[in-house]
């Protein structure tokens, strides 16, 4: 089942997942921030970098 996000937390995500493009695995810490940013659970911020992350970054890669 997909969840939409409103799109203030996506943006708050992509832009979490471009910072760290090189490498884009959350910290406990980070994803702590992540959640109360977002108000998502830690596992709804994981699946969503999980399903995002390989796609995202390489668009990310190929527009730099």
């Known amino acids: ?3 939409k ?8 995500l992509k832009a979490w ?7 884009p695995y959350l910290s406990e810490e980070e994803g702590k921030q992540l959640c109360h940013a977002t108000g998502l659970s830690i596992s709804q ?4 970098m999980a ?3 390989s796609s995202e970054i390489l668009i990310f890669e190929l527009t730099r």
């Open 5 to 12: 996000f409103p799109k203030e937390t996506v943006d708050l």
């Open 17 to 23: 997942l471009h910072r760290h493009s090189d490498l």
């Open 51 to 53: 399903n995002v992350s």
């Open 45 to 48: 911020v994981s699946s969503w």
């Open 1 to 3: 089942q997909n969840a």
